[in-house]
């Protein structure tokens, strides 16, 4: 452990502002003591003792050392041994559509064809005939077959049934939802979009891309109501620190959703920090207001403008240079054409914004580095940070062009894991690059973790788990060699996720000045066998030096 004098601690912390200089030469008003700190800083990477002033780290160091900092107002907390963590950063998820959707949606996140009929059957009684139907966090690779539209017509009969698929980016519907939809027999595909049809040609209830689910989407759409992303945001919080997430990008972002979190913040319901992407339709009137990137403070701020290149990687539909397997010449979806894609980018790099794109395939990659390297040919900006959102499938040309434009990439943390049933769409060899953690890292490209949530469950042991151990919820190993340390797990989850948006002096890390945001666990993740992972829980979560979970 680094021992350190209070003074030699605060010199090795970077960029105070003086509001906080002014925090840190106050008293303590917390000691967190006798615990085993992974601080995420590599000149001290463990402490025993935190000392938290005004919301901030104000010093690291042996219990001796904090301890004697305490004034007769400081609280001491005895940590009985335990292992205490910077918070982690969700780095891509959706948490406001997502806690919409859990106010107001069936949630499928379940394993059997009957229990989801069960769950629809229970809501359409509870529900007038022809109104909609709406399930979500269904995943078809976790149940034995995928849901049909005959499951569905067999348990709400008289409603129009919309399940969206937990990747987002197809849907399940009955009859009734193809007859409100106009889609018959007949109806050709419209493009980047499919109609899925069953052996006999007839339409099996699948239907992929937006081009395609929005006709539905439109019809079903719940209208929310006002106070619903303010609530939306408080729900997901709670979710979220519960789990000893404390700062999260919502990787779908719009006006509403951003005043929905400025609304819980006033209100004191919001518990996590939200980093707002912005999708394209909400883009032009904030440019046009003069807004950009950053603008916000550390609860709720401006990010990237979100746009996208290809599908998914659950749903079968990232686009590949390489077919997917069993699936004849099909090698994914294109979601937006590369001029198309240019041009909004292009509007978004001239206006000061971070550009966000998703990107899953190899060809997909590949198409939003030729943009990215067309922007900064045309009009170089420093540091821009450019993030490749998921950046599931590459290889080293890919990466070497993603170190010369500085693009980040945002990879999902827990798909092997938690989707290893659907990984024999890609194979063991393509695997090898795929969420390709080791790559990135070694490439000095300073990955976060994500989840994508709802596509996978925000919780930081399962990201632990896949990364660590590259095996599946069966125990197959995918791609070995992209397996990770614990402590690199640690620090993508949390000081690369401030990193990649732009908060790295102020979060991600336990340092003096830094935000005071840090979880205590039950167990120790540096101790207890990686297939042990899952059993870890976050204890207690602090936010901004105050609990804001305890277990
Ligand atoms: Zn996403």
Not at 3 to 21: E, K
Not at 23 to 34: Q, V, Y
Not at 165 to 171: E, M, P, V
Request: proline fraction near 5%; aromatic fraction near 8%.
């Amino acid at each position: 452990m680094a021992s350190l004098s209070r003074r030699g601690f605060l010199s090795t912390s970077i960029g105070f502002s003086a509001s906080v200089l002014a925090a840190l030469r106050s008293e303590p008003d917390a000691i967190l003591h006798n615990a085993k700190v992974w601080t995420g800083s590599a000149s001290f990477p463990e402490a025993q003792a935190i000392a938290v002033s005004g919301g901030r780290i104000l010093a690291l160091g042996t219990n001796a050392e904090m301890l004697a900092l305490a004034s007769s107002g400081t609280k001491k907390y005895d940590c009985a041994g335990k292992r205490i963590t910077p918070g982690f950063y969700d780095a891509h998820s959706h948490p406001i559509a997502s806690g919409i959707q859990h106010l107001h949606e069936v949630a499928l996140d379940k394993t059997s064809i009957d229990a989801i009929k069960d769950a629809i059957r229970e809501r359409a009684q509870q529900t007038p005939p022809g109104e909609w139907v709406l399930g979500f966090l269904y995943d078809d690779g976790k149940t034995p077959r995928p849901i049909t539209r005959t499951d569905l017509d067999e348990v709400a009969p008289n409603h129009p049934v919309l399940v969206g698929h937990r990747g987002g980016h197809t849907i399940f519907v009955n009859s009734l939802a193809y007859q409100k939809a106009g889609v018959t027999e007949d109806t050709a595909n419209p493009p980047g979009g499919q109609f899925f049809r069953d052996s006999s040609g007839k339409l099996n209830g699948r239907v992929g891309e937006a081009s395609a689910t929005v006709r539905f989407q439109q019809l079903a759409k719940y209208t929310p109501q006002p106070g619903d992303f303010r609530k939306a945001a408080a729900l997901m919080s709670k979710m979220m620190l519960s789990k000893g997430v404390t700062s999260a990008c919502e990787a779908d972002g719009s006006t509403d959703s951003l005043a929905g979190c400025q609304d819980a913040r006033d209100a004191g319901e919001l518990g996590v920090r939200f980093y707002m992407h912005i999708g394209r339709a909400d883009f032009d009137k904030m440019a046009a207001a003069g807004v950009h990137t950053g603008l916000g403070d550390d609860w709720v701020r401006v990010g990237a403008l979100k746009l996208y290149a290809d599908g998914s990687i659950s749903e079968r539909t990232a686009l590949m240079s390489q077919p997917y397997i069993g699936a004849g010449d099909y090698r994914g979806i294109e979601v937006t054409p590369r001029d198309e894609l240019y041009q909004q980018a292009r509007k978004g790099h001239l206006a000061g914004w971070q550009i966000g794109i998703h990107a899953n395939g190899d060809v997909a990659i590949d198409r939003v580095l030729g943009i990215f390297e067309q922007l900064q040919a045309e009009s170089p900006r420093r540091d821009p940070r450019f993030r490749i959102e998921h950046c599931t499938l590459i290889n080293a040309g890919l990466i070497e062009r993603m170190k010369r434009v500085g693009a980040i990439p945002i990879p999902f943390a827990g798909y092997v894991r938690f989707h290893g049933s659907i990984l024999h769409f890609y194979g063991p060899e393509r695997l090898q690059h795929m969420f390709a953690m080791r790559d990135f890292i070694d490439a000095g490209l300073r990955p976060p973790s994500s989840s994508d949530y709802t596509a996978s469950p925000i919780e930081p042991m399962l990201w632990l788990t896949s990364q660590v151990t590259r095996t599946d919820d069966k125990g197959q190993v995918w791609g070995a060699n992209q397996r990770i340390t614990v402590q690199e797990a640690l620090q993508c989850a949390t000081l690369n996720g401030a990193r990649s948006t732009f908060d790295e002096g102020n979060r991600g890390s336990l340092e003096p000045g830094k935000l005071a945001d840090l979880v205590v666990w039950d167990k120790d993740m540096m101790k207890v066998e990686p297939a042990q992972f899952m059993g870890i829980r976050a204890e207690r979560t602090m936010v901004g030096g105050k609990w804001v979970y305890e277990g």
